[in-house]
Nanobody
């Protein structure tokens, strides 16, 4: 089992920045990926960015150039630096952890990001 705790959400004006953090604890297997998904009101959850234990990254097109995902494998922590925020970035952001060997997926409880225009 893996537990995920997110932090860093909040209210920010358009054009501002926020940094989300997610700490994983429990049984952490070496081959994995961590990432961020978001869900806006009335919309489906969507992938924002992921980073594998080998360092490969993947981004939602609309956040490329504005968001940066990184991880500290020693601390089992993943970060999402969000710059030039837009009102359409408003959503609940969820941390995700995927184990490659078992295929198990774990989710955090989410942190709300609100961007005011």
């Amino acid at each position: 089992q893996v537990q995920l705790v997110e932090s860093g959400g909040g209210l920010v004006q358009a054009g501002g920045s926020l940094r989300l953090s997610c700490v994983a604890s429990g049984t952490i297997r070496s081959r994995n990926s961590m990432g961020w998904y978001r869900q806006a009101p009335g919309k489906q959850r969507e992938l924002v960015a992921t980073i594998s234990s080998l360092g490969y990254t993947n981004y939602l097109n609309s956040v490329k150039g504005r968001f940066t995902i990184s991880r500290d494998s020693g601390e089992n922590t993943v970060y999402l630096q969000m710059n030039s925020l837009k009102s359409e970035d408003t959503a609940v952001y969820y941390c995700n952890f995927n184990e490659w060997l078992s295929g198990a997926a774990y989710w955090g409880k989410g942190t709300l990001v609100t961007v005011s225009s």
